[in-house]
């Protein structure tokens, strides 16, 4: 008997035989995946790249060459960015089609000290060598960050249904005979023509000045998992679906809100008008931290905006605990567990540890590339990690350098404001040329390649990232 999963892909296939030549998708749009019944061609200049077996997107270029992944005694194939602690056989896919990944090694590997961990070298050793490789990579390092750090994300429910009235987007979630639905408002929705971008915020802190053209989804966060203190462990209508003892930490809660945001916004484009393949995510501070991991965790966001994310969103831990050492006032792993529940329970034996981690931010903000990031620092918050913020988006850089990507990153650290205070000057030529470009289809919106501090921070990126950059093809 044909296995679902083949059924849909084979769905995917034969819809698009239907397709015609005049059928193409915009530069940045969804060309496939499972269950996608739109177009699979690109515009011209651009190809379909395939981040995973849910979701393939149109990007510059010609494709890359698809080349066997390295490999490991045992291997397993795992799909990138949806992977639980156990994945099951499924396949990850990059421009030429199904490669088999690496299997996972257990343990933490060899520690690291006063360096970053090498996105470019697989957890069993291998190298990374092809863009087929990174998506292994990318798999694994999705798997690493939710044992060890962030809880499973949960697969699609079995069900997710939607009703939209007036600028009210209702959503029903049922899944292993358990129910819950929350709702979330869209504002801003541009009249005529469309259908238009939009950009998720999470909750009321901060908020960036949106230009005309893209609407905006409240998304009230904590609904999904509260965040008030030690006492929100396992409460919010996450909880309520998947159980109490969940491993989710509020973060990876989170980002499964915005997953079933998305589903939604497929079922109800017709009655939205928001193009579900134009969608960015922000936050700022905690709720920044929220973004980084949603853009991360999910890659049918096309555009991660996190706001003065600081620790646990844009800083490194590592980076963090050695400015800890030198008498810095920084938030670092150890303090960030006893203030609120963000993380999985299971990232609590390990935070006085962190060089024995096999991962670290700059890995979980890899998790985004090829995808657009553009992340917005404050140089006064030392708290947040000026430094580690900085440090630890530099090496993260070098990811998208390696795919040759670096107008899709961005990282501005400024200062003058309040905190979640957005300043003028990251707007005009920095946020307003990224969602531009991104959501806008605007590819004349500005420069795009940014990476910038109003500081010196006489911080060595490249002895911080002691391993060279492929050129990933």
């Given amino acids: 008997m044909m296995s679902p999963a083949l059924a849909s892909t084979l769905l995917v296939v034969l819809g698009a035989a239907g397709v015609s030549a005049q059928q193409r998708q915009s530069l940045w749009g969804q060309c496939g ?71 996972v090694p257990g343990g933490f590997g060899n520690p690291v000290s006063n360096a970053l961990n090498d996105p470019f070298t697989f957890h069993g050793g291998g190298k990374v060598t092809s863009r087929a490789d990174w998506a292994c990579r990318q798999a694994e390092i999705s798997q690493l960050l939710q044992r060890y750090e962030l809880g499973t994300l949960p697969p699609k429910p079995s069900s997710v249904t939607a009703s939209f009235s007036g600028s009210t987007l209702t959503i029903q979630v049922s899944d292993s005979g358990r129910s819950i639905s929350f709702s979330v408002t ?4 541009p009249s005529g023509g469309g259908p238009h971008p939009a950009i998720i915020n999470y909750g009321s802190l901060g908020g960036l000045p949106v230009p005309a053209g893209v609407a905006t989804i409240s998304f009230n966060n904590d609904d999904i998992a509260q965040q008030q203190g030690q006492s929100s462990r396992g409460r919010g209508k996450f909880y309520d679906l998947y159980g109490s003892g969940h ?14 945001i998305i589903d939604a916004l497929e079922l109800t484009r ?67 567990v006893q203030e609120n529940v963000w993380f999985s329970p299971a990232f609590n034996s390990h935070v006085n540890n962190v060089n024995s ?34 440090g630890c988006m530099g090496i993260a850089r070098k990811q998208w350098q390696a795919l040759g990507a670096l107008d899709r990153f961005g990282y501005s650290q400024v200062g003058g404001n309040s905190h979640c205070s957005f300043p003028s000057s990251q707007q005009g030529a920095e946020l307003n040329a990224f969602i531009g470009k991104f959501l806008l289809n605007n590819q004349g919106a500005g420069t795009t390649s940014i990476f910038r501090s109003t500081q010196n921070h006489n911080f060595n990126l490249d002895s911080w990232s002691p391993w060279p950059v492929p050129t990933l093809s």
Wanted: net charge neutral; hydrophobic share 35%; aromatic share 6%.
């Fill in 247 to 260: 491993s989710a930490g509020a973060l990876t809660a989170w980002a499964w809100g915005v997953s079933r």
């Fill in 33 to 103: 995946g499972q269950n996608w019944s739109g177009p699979t061609l690109c515009v011209e200049g651009s190809y379909c790249f395939h981040q995973n077996q849910w979701y393939h997107q149109c990007l510059p270029g010609s494709g890359p060459s698809t080349t066997p992944p390295a490999t490991t005694s045992a291997q397993t194939t795992v799909t990138t960015s949806r992977v639980t602690s156990a994945p099951p056989s499924t396949t990850s896919s990059t421009g030429g089609g199904p490669t088999t990944c690496p299997a």
């Fill in 186 to 189: 869209i504002n801003n929705r």
């Fill in 357 to 390: 981690l096999p991962f670290d931010h700059h890995l979980l903000a890899g998790l985004i590339a090829p995808r657009a990031l553009y992340v917005m620092e404050n140089v006064d918050m030392e708290w947040l990690g000026k430094i580690s913020t900085y």
């Fill in 270 to 336: 017709a009655q939205t008008n928001i193009d579900p393949a134009r969608i960015g995510v922000t936050g700022c501070s905690r709720n920044g931290k929220g973004a980084m991991v949603a853009g991360a965790l999910e890659p049918r966001i096309a555009l991660t905006l996190p706001e003065e994310s600081g620790a646990g969103g844009a800083g490194c831990w590592r980076i963090a605990a050695w400015q800890k050492s030198q008498g810095t006032n920084v938030q670092d792993a150890p303090q960030i």
